[in-house]
């Protein structure tokens, strides 16, 4: 399966980018099909998602450790915000062809879901609290001395 990667933002905020997975579409309906280590970056080793979600209430202001993620709007959309500790970025979800590739220390905030919206993510490594820096002073003090904790 061909997949097509693309920056849409300089380079100066790392580790996050959009990756565009082909759709196998025809009479019946489109299929996208996520591989781990093909057009998955990464062994999954965990899935979730998101739904009942609300405009008003944003989700997220963590960072991760070590965890990799990919997410996908496979219904709806809604709004990153993406942080490396130097520059801050906005990206929508808005086609379940997109999936959004987030590395390790970066801050992540979800913004402004639309009622129809299901976030599916799909995970590096099992859930683990211990991986998530939910203070964001913490955070840019790691970011900044290259560290994650
Ligand atoms: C992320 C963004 C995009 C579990 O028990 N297992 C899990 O696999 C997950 C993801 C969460 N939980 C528990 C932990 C909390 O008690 O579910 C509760 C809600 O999790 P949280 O407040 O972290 O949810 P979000 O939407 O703020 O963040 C989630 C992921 O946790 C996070 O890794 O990157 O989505």
Redesign the pocket.
């Known amino acids: 399966m061909v997949s097509i990667c693309f920056r849409w933002w300089t380079p100066d905020v790392l580790s996050a980018e959009t990756i565009e997975f082909q759709s196998i579409g025809d009479s019946r309906g489109e299929l996208v099909a996520l591989e781990s280590g093909g057009n998955v970056p990464f062994a999954i080793r965990?899935v979730?998602y998101?739904t009942g979600l609300s405009p008003d209430i944003p989700?997220?202001?963590?960072a991760?450790r070590k965890?990799e993620?990919i997410?996908v709007c496979v219904a709806g959309s809604c709004r990153f915000i993406l942080d490396d500790g130097r520059a801050r970025k906005q990206a929508w979800l808005r086609n379940p062809r997109h999936g959004l590739y987030?590395g390790n220390m970066i801050w992540?905030e979800?913004h402004d879901f639309s009622r129809d919206c299901v976030?599916m993510?799909l995970?590096s490594e099992?859930?683990d609290?211990a991986d998530?820096i939910r203070d964001y002073d913490t955070f840019r003090s790691l970011a900044a001395a290259g560290m994650s904790g």
């Open positions: 965990r979730y998101m989700r997220g202001f963590h991760h965890l993620q997410a987030i992540r979800m976030l993510v995970a099992l859930y609290e998530y």
